[in-house]
């Protein structure tokens, strides 16, 4: 057995990620998180990537589209028994809407903190019973297999904002309006600004981050300033000699005229970055994985 410490606060909304290494390719993994004050979470599973080379199977699910109306998403139940290698979410893990119980998000043009702290409490429903005592939303969903996490229009804003789901659009004045995008020449951005670098965007990326299981990685792209700087949102996984999982996540750079303990994992080749919710109150625990 492996263990992982790791530390989180009130800048990740008390979530903490912990990159496991040193895992070999091709085992079933199992982990838990535990708090500092002795208390654990229920236990989530994964398989890492097998070896490029290897004559490995591949049994992975997909879908999308998790609108908070349709909580508690009874067509996930049978997903634990599926035994997936990996499941690949095709985004609109969150819709800004409302649903029952949950009211809309902030704009996050124009209440860029408050969109913050909703879109953080639009991932967290995610995970939490409807009911006390009822079912664990998409709790169990993400811990039984690895979970590949993509963006899509309704985690950038919806249809409340939705020139942020343009990343590589014209800013706009004041940054973050947005330009309009029926005018051709707002087809391609030569303006030197992007709504990639407002901070309405970057609150919604952050409230995907901190909820989402994916690995913070950031673009060196000294010669394309859309995407410089900018947190990658792509990425590419073999799975043996069978198949590799693509995950672009176009919304970052595209231009206006293209277009309490909770467990989640995602492998990358022979390690794994884990994501966790604690108590408000704790901001220590550590992470333990065995095959």
Not at 49 to 77: C, I, K, M, Q
Not at 145 to 152: F, K, M, P, R, V
Not at 181 to 198: E, K, L, M, S
């Amino acid at each position: 057995m492996q263990t992982f410490s790791g530390m989180t606060d009130p800048g990740r909304d008390y979530t903490v990620k912990i990159d496991a290494t040193g895992l070999e390719g091709g085992i079933q993994y199992y982990y838990r998180f535990q708090s500092a004050d002795g208390q654990t979470s229920d236990v989530g599973t994964f398989k890492t990537a097998p070896e490029a080379a290897a004559n490995a199977p591949l049994h992975f699910g997909f879908s999308g589209d998790a609108d908070g109306r349709w909580l508690l998403y009874v067509s996930t139940a049978n997903i634990p028994s599926k035994n997936d290698d990996f499941f690949v979410f095709l985004g609109d893990t969150v819709y800004e809407g409302a649903s029952t119980g949950s009211p809309a998000t902030a704009d996050p043009f124009q209440n860029p903190s408050q969109a913050l702290t909703d879109y953080r409490r639009k991932y967290l429903e995610q995970l939490q019973p409807v009911n006390p005592g009822g079912s664990s939303g998409l709790k169990d969903f993400f811990a039984a297999q690895a979970n590949y996490t993509l963006l899509d229009n309704h985690e950038l804003g919806g249809l409340i904002g939705r020139q942020f789901t343009a990343g590589g659009a014209p800013a706009g004045t004041p940054a973050g309006k947005g330009v309009d995008a029926t005018n051709p020449a707002n087809d391609v951005n030569t303006t030197g600004t992007f709504i990639n670098q407002t901070p309405g965007f970057n609150v919604l990326l952050q409230a995907n981050s901190d909820y989402e299981p994916i690995r913070e990685r950031t673009v060196s792209a000294p010669d394309d300033p859309r995407s410089d700087g900018t947190q990658q949102l792509y990425f590419a996984q073999s799975w043996g000699q069978n198949g590799m999982n693509l995950g672009p996540n176009a919304q970052a750079t595209v231009q206006v005229g293209l277009m309490f303990m909770e467990l989640a994992g995602i492998t990358i080749g022979g390690g794994l970055t884990f994501s966790c919710k604690i108590q408000p109150s704790k901001s220590a625990g550590c992470c333990s994985c065995w095959a």
